[in-house]
């Protein structure tokens, strides 16, 4: 989570258009981008630098950015392919070490439902983890996932809709 101490940490100085719009970028957007990093690549510190070197890339590349009223969903999507390449980089090793950090199956964990639910939607392949932590740990809209993901809304429907099936049958729930 940004800290009021991190958050100051990214202030710009407000000289320019860009600086400001920046600032207030890391403000805003902050908390929720590290939550959502933090929801993807499951480590805090991590999650943390990747918002910051979201936000550098969108300072770098602000003069690109034909519409300033975008300038989240842009940085969204920024943040998102660096967490998806973070993701991609890990070796196989590390992926299956943090995909069976929970020492039991999910059907057989005596563990709550939400902490069921967490260990099943870190088995969801990275795009499919990515949309349901935009749409419903976020409650980013299906064109904010859309936008996010770089892809048609259709396409983040579809993420969904096989990212939902597939946690009914990890989590052994009928389609009744």
Known sequence: MITKELASGLSFSSSTPRDEAIDVLARRCGPRACSIARS????????????????????????????????DAWFYRILTRLCLNSLRKRSRWQRFVARWRPTEPIANAPCGDLDRLRSAVAELPDRQRLAVVLRYGNDFSLSEVAAALDVAPATAKTHLIRALKRLRDLLGVSDD
């Open 40 to 71: 993807l690549v499951g480590d805090a510190a991590q999650a943390e630098e990747l918002v910051q070197e979201a936000l550098v890339r969108t300072y770098e590349r602000f003069d690109q950015l034909r519409d300033t009223a975008a300038l």
